[in-house]
């Protein structure tokens, strides 16, 4: 069965840095594009960034420049650097196979609160 496994989300003051991690299973992790999205309070989801099979990578406008997506294909492990954060990054973070939209909408894990306040 697919799942999702976030972590690393905290409580972090503007200007700060939150490394997020995702473990994923029940599919074979390599041959997919990973995706990360976040949901803040009283909005949709919204697609964050994206990082091909092949490591190539893509960002939403607010996040780019800041924030880095990378995988380990050997861990089964898509990770989201997240630099200069700003409170407007306050949301919940999820990862999942695809893009827009993702491939395993119905396989949604837990997410990872990042709060960014002072």
């Known amino acids: 069965q697919v799942q999702f496994v976030e972590s690393g989300g905290g409580l972090v003051q503007p200007g700060g840095s939150l490394r997020l991690s995702c473990a994923a299973s029940g599919f074979t992790f390599s041959n997919y594009f990973m995706s990360w999205y976040r949901q803040a309070p009283g909005k949709e989801r919204e697609w964050v960034a994206v990082i091909t099979s092949a490591g190539n990578t893509n960002y939403a406008g607010p996040v780019k420049g800041r924030f880095t997506i990378s995988r380990d294909n050997a861990k089964n492990t898509v990770y989201l650097q997240m630099n200069s954060l700003k409170p407007e990054d306050t949301a919940v973070y999820y990862c999942?196979?695809?893009?827009?939209?993702?491939?395993?909408?119905?396989?949604w894990g837990q997410g990872t609160q990042v709060t960014v306040s002072s």
């Open positions: 999942n196979a695809g893009v827009v939209p993702p491939r395993f909408v119905e396989y």
